[in-house]
């Protein structure tokens, strides 16, 4: 957590494997939680397929119905080009990097330091 | 000259990746360009998790069987499983004009979208799926 952010940071490919059921596995507690901000950092994801976007999708849903805030940020040109093509570009709040998406939701300058690459 | 290559991967999750890095790497080594380094491997990722899942139901005794064949103007990977098949005519064309909330149904359309086409064909034994990117001479 940076300030009342919840981070998530993926690592590897996120294609219907391991690394996609222990995103799902961390949304879903931080939603369990009542969770009211969380940016999902993709900095360090190559590959991304429809299931997680699904899971991306299932997020987002889930935050918005219950009015908290949800944002991507480090989005990796090639994938961007797959949220363009499936529409997602449409839908998500994305940032170019994590401090641009915690300064969005609140936090002050310099607190992101503490996780932020 | 074809340059042909297979392999086999067991029906489990976990052997997605291995898929993955395979065909990336493979690409690689062809001198495809970025770009088309990740569009095919993503196409070719979403074929096998259907092979996997919806195809051969994650019995590990079932083989996914990837084949790739590349010609000077086009790329061919054929990726083959041995389960029942599923109607394709439930599969809509396209993405719809506005983006959809739906957290499935995404697999083929990005495989369409992906490379330049997308055929099924089915067998005794199980569905092949054929996905074929054409090769720009001059990236070659």
Redesign the interface.
Known sequence: MIDDVAVVQPE??L????ETDQLELQVRRLQDWNNEKLVIDLSEVS?L???A???L??A??NYKKRKAAFALCGIDK?IK??FA????A??FDTYTTLKEALKAMGVEEGKEEKKGK | MKNTWSFSIPSTRDRIHVALEATDAWLRKQHFREQDVHDVTLAVVEAVNNAIIHGNREDPRKKVNLSFSLSPGELVVRVTDQGKGFNLRAVPCCFPAHPSLASHGRGILLMRTLVDEVGFEPLKGGLRVRLVKRRDSKAS
């Open positions: 590897g490919n294609v219907g494997g391991g590959y397929n429809s299931t976007m699904g899971i999708v299932a987002y849903t090639r080009n797959v093509v499936t529409k997602l449409m839908v």
